[in-house]
Nanobody, 122 residues
């Protein structure tokens, strides 16, 4: 059983930074895409960032336009943890942030965490 868990959310002010963490039990993240999504009140869930790395350490990352230049996704193999560093936060970043990974590299995101709330005040 693969379980994904997010942490690190909170209430911050506009311009502040926050780092979210995503850990997994039951399987290593290595070799599978791990992504962050977010869902703001009244809006659909949207993609934020994704990282994929292989056993040789080559990373592949992707970002939503809203995250480029402000957010950085990274990983720590030893801790089986993926991070989302968020800088220059704005009230528009307020949402529940979810971490997800896949059962198969080319499949859908099957394993989701419960989400962590990020609230940015103006």
């Amino acid at each position: 059983q693969v379980q994904v868990e997010e942490s690190g959310g909170g209430l911050v002010q506009a311009g502040d930074s926050l780092r979210l963490s995503c850990s997994a039990s039951g399987r290593s993240f290595s070799g599978y895409p791990v992504a962050w999504f977010r869902q703001a009140p009244g809006k659909d869930r949207e993609f934020v960032a994704r990282i994929l790395w292989n056993y040789w350490g080559a990373d592949s990352t992707a970002y939503a336009d809203s995250a480029k230049g402000r957010f950085t996704i990274s990983r720590d193999d030893a801790k089986n943890t993926v991070y989302l560093q968020m800088n220059s936060l704005t009230p528009e970043d307020t949402a529940v942030y979810y971490c997800a990974t896949k059962r198969a590299v080319d499949g859908a995101y099957d394993y989701w965490g419960q989400g962590t709330q990020v609230t940015v005040s103006s």
